[in-house]
């Protein structure tokens, strides 16, 4: 049992905050996406070297998915760093 009742309660309301942020992020990302067809992505591509049975060798943009999952992963490192190291320090 923990000595203060609210902290339970902010606990949950931080817990449901948080994924209704991702939630809304992940449903904006997914409603940006299919406005960026396959023409719009190819278009940059340039053939950097051709290989002789048609294969070419290109030189294209960072593929979003790795950029979304490399920009989740630093956002949370910031957020588990601020809560729960400043959590835990006694004034």
Do not use: C
Request: aromatic content about 12%; proline content about 4%; charged content about 10%.
């Amino acid at each position: 049992m923990r000595f203060f009742e609210l902290l339970n309660t902010q606990h949950v309301l931080a817990m449901i905050i948080v994924t209704l942020i991702f939630a809304i992020l992940f449903g904006v990302t997914l409603s940006v996406l299919p406005m960026l067809g396959p023409k719009a992505r190819v278009s940059n591509i340039k053939a950097v070297q051709n290989f002789v049975d048609g294969i070419q060798k290109a030189d294209g943009p960072f593929p979003m998915i790795i950029a979304l999952i490399v920009g989740g992963t630093v956002l949370w490192a910031i957020y588990y760093i601020l809560y729960y190291g400043l959590s835990e320090v006694i004034l």
